[in-house]
Each structure stands twice: as C-alpha cells, then as structure tokens.
C-alpha cells in the first residue's frame, strides 16, 4: 500500500510541475507573438519612434480594459523587445496563426499575459506531447534577460538557469555577482567562446574555479573583525548558498575533516566532492596575506587526500586555498606547474560589474578576441 502511494504521490507532482511548466511555456510564445505583433504593425507607421510610443500606449489601454492585469506599456514594450532579441529563435512554421488561439473570458486571465484555454495553436505541441521548444525558462526570467545588453553574456546566463534550475533570484544574484566575467576572465578565448556557446562545462579541475569568489551572503561585511572560525561558521550556516558560489557538482562532506599522520592530527577546515569530476575538493580559508606555509599545508593535505582517501577509479583530490589577498609570484615559486592547487581570493561585498567588463574588455583586446 505505501508503495503504491509513493508512486501516485509522485505521478500527481510530476503531472502538477508539467502543468506548471505548459502554462509558462504558453505565456512566453504568447508575449513573443505579441511582440511580433507589435513590431510587424509598427513597421507600416510613417514616423516609428513617436508611431510606437501611441501604438503601446493605446494598445495597453484596449488591452487592459478588456482583459485585466499584465499589459502595461511596460510589459508590451518587453514583449516587443523580447521578440527582437530573441528573432531568430523560433522558425517560421512555428509562429501562431492568427484565430488559432482561444482567449479565456474577461476577469480570468492571470497576470502577465495570455493563457489560452482548450486550444493551442496548431503548430505547438503541449510539453505532454514531447514539446521541444527553444524557450524553456519562465516570462520573468527572459524580461531580466532581455536586460543584458552583451548577447554572449545572456546567452550564457539563459543556458546555465535551464541547466541549473535557478530561480529568478538566484538569477539576479549571480548576474549581479559578476559570474560570467569572473568565469571569462579566468579563461582563454576558446573557453570565453565556449561559455556563450554551452555555458559553464566542467572537464577539468580548472572549470571549477573563478576569482574572486563573492561571499556577500554571509554578512560578514559589517563586521569590523571576524576570524577564520567567524567565517568558517558562517559559510556552515549558508551552506547552500556557498554551494551555489562553488558552482556545478558539488556536495558537501565535513567541517574541520580530522586526519592523523604519524600521531600528528591535522584538520582540513571544509571537505567537498565534485560527482562532475569525481574528485574530493579540499578548501582552507585564510583571513590574511597568502604565505608559503599556507600553500605547503595545502599540498601536504591533497597528498593524504590522493594516497589514503581517495578510490583507485576517482580522480585526483583539488585544493583550494581560499585568501584575502594572493601573491600570484608567490603561488607559482611555490607549487609545481602541474599541482593540484590553487589559491583564489574571496570578498564580502558583490563586485563592481563595470570594473569586471572594463577588465574583461582589456582582457579581449590583449589576446586580440
């Protein structure tokens, strides 16, 4: 009997986000017909800019009148601009037939925009009938995305939120974190490609880091001191949002992971594994300037890690240290080119995105991108 209801339990939820995910689907290809609409009709005015400005105003009106919330100027003009962005990404044989939606009565339709009832278009299938549509993440979601002015950063933005199920929150935090120019930036010109291309892929140790790493989520920036155990304690608490900084792959092992050589105790402060890579991941935290030290008891850690922890099929363990300030010429006297570990500096506080453009941009010009 439990089994049979765990199964049904779990067809009705997966039959519930299907419906949920239909009705989304609908809303979006409705606001790109609508913008389509809007700019096919502006195209017959004489003077486009001031012709545009009457035709949404006007339009928002009729339309608000008779069918209720979700047609502000504001909402038509991103359904126009969503449509031109995004032009070339439905073919035409996909586009709606007029008369071939069926709108709900006056009063029922949601906030946001149409939602058909019965009938759909022809040329659309429901998600039920295998759907395999170009649009796949929600209408509040492509109005921030249409935002982004850098084509190559909001596709890679559009990628990683269908990829990673990010809410729209989640969105917003790691666009205003700066995640495509720290990712870019630690990059070639074949891998910034690649991040527009398939977003964040992870093949290598290397594909997990970025610099700096934005902890702004602890709030521990209004502190006026705080030590390695402060920061340590607070990343516990939001755990799940330093996995989100972390990126792809990542689950959470220990905090201060104990391990005896030669009757000597040693404690790696957090202990992660990587299921992409599937490696261990080792991270110290350190609140002052990077030394020698640091970086030797990194290695000597990733060494136990590598010859007593992990398996023979695993790869092998990276390690991380996490600093307030690196010292590059150090890092690399230090460790061998071919090792396993990296130092990469946190802050408290979201990063200046105009800084990082600009840096990204000089980046771009010296390797002639």
């Known amino acids: 009997m439990k089994e049979l209801v765990h199964e049904i339990r779990d067809l009705i939820r997966s039959a519930r986000l299907a419906v949920v995910h239909s009705v989304d689907l609908i809303q979006v290809l409705t606001n790109y017909e609508i913008g389509r609409r809007i700019v096919e009709h502006e195209q017959g005015g004489a003077e486009r800019a001031e012709y545009g400005k009457a035709l949404i ?97 909001r596709r890679f933005y559009e990628i990683e939120v269908a990829a990673n199920g990010w809410t729209l929150p989640e969105l917003k935090r790691q666009f205003n ?34 610099e700096p790493y934005v902890l702004e989520f602890l709030g521990l920036d209004e502190k006026a001191k705080y030590s390695e155990s402060d920061l340590e304690s607070a990343i516990i608490d939001k755990l799940e949002h330093f996995l989100l900084e972390l990126g792809k792959g990542f689950l959470f092992e220990a905090r201060q992971k104990r ?35 640091d970086l030797g008891q990194m290695q000597m850690y990733v060494n136990y890690f590598d010859r007593f922890v992990k398996l023979e099929e695993e790869t092998p363990t990276v390690g991380i240290v996490l600093c307030k300030k690196k010292h590059d010429a150090l890092v690399e006297i230090t460790l061998p080119k071919d090792a396993n570990i990296h130092a990469k500096e946190y802050q408290l506080y979201l990063p200046d995105k105009e800084l990082l453009r600009r840096k990204l941009e000089e980046w771009g010009e010296e390797v002639g991108e």
């Open 259 to 293: 391990f005896t050589f030669d009757e000597d105790h040693f404690f790696v402060d957090l202990v992660f594994y990587n299921r992409l890579l599937r490696c261990y991941v080792l991270i110290d935290l350190k609140l002052g300037k990077l030394s020698h030290g």
């Open 57 to 153: 105003k006007e339009l928002s009106a009729e339309l608000t009148a008779e069918f209720g919330r979700g047609f502000s100027r504001s909402n038509l003009q991103n359904m126009r601009k969503f449509y031109l962005v995004y032009l070339d990404r439905l073919p035409e044989k996909c586009q709606m037939a007029s008369g071939k939606l069926t709108l709900p009565p006056k009063g029922q339709t949601p906030s946001g925009g149409l939602e058909p009832v019965q009938a759909t278009p022809a040329n659309w299938q429901t998600p039920s009938a295998g759907l395999v549509s170009p649009f796949k993440l929600s209408w509040s979601q492509y109005v921030f995305l249409i935002s982004i002015e850098n084509p190559a950063e």
């Open 177 to 210: 974190s700066g995640l495509y120019e720290r990712l870019a930036l630690s990059r070639d010109k074949d891998g910034v490609r690649q991040l527009a291309e398939a977003g964040q892929l992870i093949a290598r140790p290397e594909d997990l880091l970025k």
